[in-house]
């Protein structure tokens, strides 16, 4: 069993920056691959970034590449999600994800929402 707290969602303007960052309950050296993904009403749920811990090798969805940066410290238990230049389509609940002996598991979300 793994869970999962995402904070440091709110409200941002355009071209602003936040970070995000997800608070693993069990030790990051056990999982594999972690990732964050975001969803809007009515639409599913798309992969952002996401960031293996062997090599950490990272992958972004075109949308944010270049914009956004993922990172994970396994001696903290912390993956975070450094997001530049937001733009309103950015706006999204925001969700951390590990895949832990073959079991997908979420956090509960944090809000992203850019606006002026």
């Known amino acids: 069993q793994v869970q999962l707290v995402e904070s440091g969602g709110g409200l941002v303007q355009p071209g602003g920056s936040l970070t995000l960052s997800c608070a693993a309950s069990i030790s990051m050296f056990s999982i594999n691959t972690m990732g964050w993904y975001r969803q809007v009403p009515g639409k599913e749920r798309e992969l952002v970034a996401s960031?293996?811990?062997?090599?950490?090798?990272?992958n972004f969805a075109d949308s944010v590449k270049g914009r956004f940066t993922i990172s994970r410290d396994n001696v903290k238990n912390t993956m975070r999600l450094q997001m530049n230049s937001l733009k309103p389509e950015d706006t999204a609940v925001y969700y951390c994800n590990a895949w832990y002996w073959g079991t997908s598991y979420w956090g509960q979300g944090t809000q992203v929402t850019v606006s002026s």
């Open positions: 960031i293996r811990s062997s090599g950490g090798s990272t």
